[in-house]
Every structure is written in structure tokens, then in C-alpha cells.
């Protein structure tokens, strides 16, 4: 079994656990402030007080000195992580994934793929048949009105609207399909008439961006 693959963190990453850390310690000094005193005023007068007799004043005096640093630590380490370049952060960012509307877009699309490609004229309609519920569908979150499809190719613009001849082309093939039962249908027509509604897709940003 091999190993797993090391993670390796980003400055700024390294930065926050970092700036966590310090700000862990801190609040164990405040909070436990009383005791470190009493531990540290035990200490003295057992170790310290017979050769150094500075007296208990020293103790207070180096409690003051560790909370002034560990606050100009929590300054420093603030300040250092917002100086992290823009071009480290760029370079470290995670890579950006698909969304699930575009993951779920070219999942059906491509079980409609595997119907046109099969052998079975049967699958070929069922691949028109699915491909034109996709492109009803499309058109309806697009905000699209109509009853049909029909209405909603009628609804659009052909100036501006490049694969709207080809949609309509296919959707006529469909309605074809669902009302001649013996239609005997080709595969080099089942194959141009996917062609016709993936090119309407890509015109409407339905795989998302390229």
C-alpha cells in the first residue's frame, strides 16, 4: 500500500495555525494567570529569593513582560498574515471544481450519448426523445414561457438565436418520433439531429463554460 500524498500548507495557512496557536497560549496564561503566579511566587521564595532578594515585586514585573508579548505577538502575527501577497494566495487557492448543475448537466447528457450510439434504433429515438425534455427543461429555468416547447422556440429571437432553425428541426423530428409509432429512423439522422440539440446547448450555457 503506498503512502499517502504529504499536504502541503500555504504561507498564509501556515500563517493562521500559527497566529491559533499563540492565541491558544494566551488565553491559557490569562485564564490560568493566578496559578502561574502562586506556582511562580513558590518557585522564588524556594530557589531564587536566598540569592537573587529581589523580593516578590520581580515576579508581578515578568507576568507584565510575557502578557505585553504574547499581545505583540498577537499584533505581529495579525499583521504578517494580512501582508501575504495576493500572488502567494493566487498561486495556493484551491483549483476551482464544477458546479453541480454543470456535473449534473453533462450526466445526462451523457447517458443520451450512450442511447444515440448504441445500435438499437430504438435507443436512437430514445435519445431524441430525452435530449428534447432536456432542452424543454433548459429553456423553462431560462425563464422561457409557453406551454410547449413549441411555444417557448416561438418565444425566442433567430437574429440573435443562431441554433434556433436547428432546434426546431429536431423538435419537429421528435414530435415525428412520438406520433409515427413505425417511423423507421436512421442513424445518420438520429446522429444529426444530437448534433443540432448539442449545438443549441452549448449556445445556451448548458455545460457551463468551456
Known amino acids: 500500500m503506498s503512502a499517502p500524498p504529504e499536504t502541503t500548507l500555504s504561507p498564509r495557512e ?3 495555525d500559527i497566529l491559533l496557536l499563540f492565541l491558544l497560549g494566551a488565553l491559557i496564561f490569562v485564564n490560568q494567570r493566578e496559578n502561574i503566579y502562586e506556582i511562580a511566587t513558590k518557585f522564588y521564595h524556594s530557589y531564587l529569593d536566598p540569592y537573587i532578594g529581589l523580593g516578590l515585586p520581580i515576579i508581578g514585573l515578568v507576568l507584565k513582560f510575557l502578557t505585553v508579548c504574547f499581545i505583540a505577538g498577537i499584533i505581529f502575527l495579525t499583521v504578517k498574515l494580512r501582508n501575504i501577497s495576493s500572488v502567494q494566495w493566487a498561486f495556493y487557492k484551491p483549483l476551482e471544481t464544477e458546479s453541480s448543475f454543470e456535473l449534473e448537466h453533462k450526466t445526462k447528457w451523457e447517458v443520451i450519448l450512450d442511447h ?3 445500435d438499437n434504433q430504438a435507443e436512437w429515438k430514445l435519445a431524441i426523445i430525452e435530449a428534447d425534455n432536456v432542452l424543454d427543461e433548459l429553456l423553462k429555468e431560462i425563464g422561457y ?12 429571437d ?12 429536431a423538435h419537429k ?4 418520433i412520438a406520433h409515427e409509432q413505425g417511423l423507421e429512423l436512421s442513424r445518420r439522422d438520429a446522429k444529426k439531429a444530437i448534433k443540432l440539440y448539442e449545438d443549441t446547448f452549448r449556445e445556451l450555457g448548458y455545460f457551463g463554460s468551456a
Open 14 to 16: 501556515e500563517m493562521i
Open 145 to 156: 414561457g409557453g406551454e410547449t416547447l413549441g411555444d417557448r422556440l416561438q418565444s425566442l
Open 116 to 118: 444515440a450510439n448504441s
Open 158 to 169: 433567430g437574429s440573435t438565436f443562431r441554433t434556433l432553425s436547428g432546434a426546431w428541426e
Open 173 to 176: 423530428l421528435r414530435n415525428t
